[in-house]
């Protein structure tokens, strides 16, 4: 939020009482992220104390919060508020043109599949299976073994949901009355509703329905609130948002290049 932007590399400048980022102009990109790294400094030196944070949070937002990025958000819009009255954020960017780490591993994932089929793919997701979660590509190779819409639905558990996790975290009558309820069907509804033949697009459509509206957004607008902060989302205009919907995957991503568009 504020001054952080997963926009394309800008500067950070005042605009009355509006905290922007301006495009670069031609030839000007070292001198504007040297001006991007002053403002940058500057707000971080105006952080809040944690302490003062953590009893501020529950007071902002409408649920518990679990997402120790909360602390962030209500930090850097504290911060931004000493500066501005409005502020423009990336919100919504990477989540719409594949800037997630997470986007690059479903089209990686998706090329495997045509290249090993399935006895291949099998057997890269036993020797997954068999490594540390700590190597790198491990849990990717794990997905290979399970069909497409569950591989992207999975990648929003990020291990929460698993049995061990359970056991741990339920009492037995919450464990009961949630035997039969899957945690990520709505994201597997939203995978088989998108009716397309690429992996990405329905990753990306997942998001736009699930952790873009459920989770980023109200912690950002939740943040703002507490910072009596007016918080503006350029990259969720309606006419980008269907910019980016009508948008071939193949421009969003490129090699290891996130939000190549």
Request: net charge positive; with cysteine.
């Amino acid at each position: 939020a504020g001054a952080h932007t997963d926009a394309p590399a800008g500067a950070l400048g005042h605009a009355g009482d509006t905290l922007c980022v301006r495009r670069p102009r031609t030839g000007a990109t070292a001198a504007t992220r040297s001006v991007a790294r002053g403002r940058a400094r500057e707000l971080e030196s105006a952080a809040v104390d944690g302490p003062v944070l953590a009893r501020r949070i529950p007071a902002v937002c409408d649920e518990p919060v679990g997402d120790p990025a909360a602390v962030d958000h209500l930090s850097m819009c504290l911060a931004t508020r000493r500066h501005a009255t409005t502020a423009l954020a990336g919100h919504g960017a990477a989540t719409l043109w594949a800037g997630l780490a997470r986007h690059r591993v479903e089209r990686m994932e998706a090329l495997a599949r045509v290249w090993l089929r399935w006895p291949l793919a099998s057997l890269g997701a036993e020797i997954g299976r068999s490594l540390p979660e700590s190597v790198k590509g491990a849990r990717a190779l794990t997905h290979l073994a399970m069909p497409p819409a569950d591989a992207c639905a999975v990648k929003h558990a990020y291990g929460l949901w698993d049995d061990d996790h359970r056991r741990t975290l339920y009492t037995r009558r919450f464990a009961w009355d949630v035997r039969g309820s899957h945690p990520l069907a709505r994201h597997l509804e939203l995978y088989d509703g998108r009716h397309t033949g690429n992996a990405l697009d329905r990753a990306l459509y997942v998001d736009a329905h699930t952790s873009l509206p459920d989770s980023i957004l109200p912690m950002a607008v939740a943040a703002a609130r507490g910072a009596d902060l007016d918080l503006q989302f350029p990259f969720l205009d309606v006419d980008v948002v269907e910019c980016a919907a009508v948008t071939p995957p193949m421009l969003k991503q490129r090699g290891p290049i996130g939000m190549y568009a």
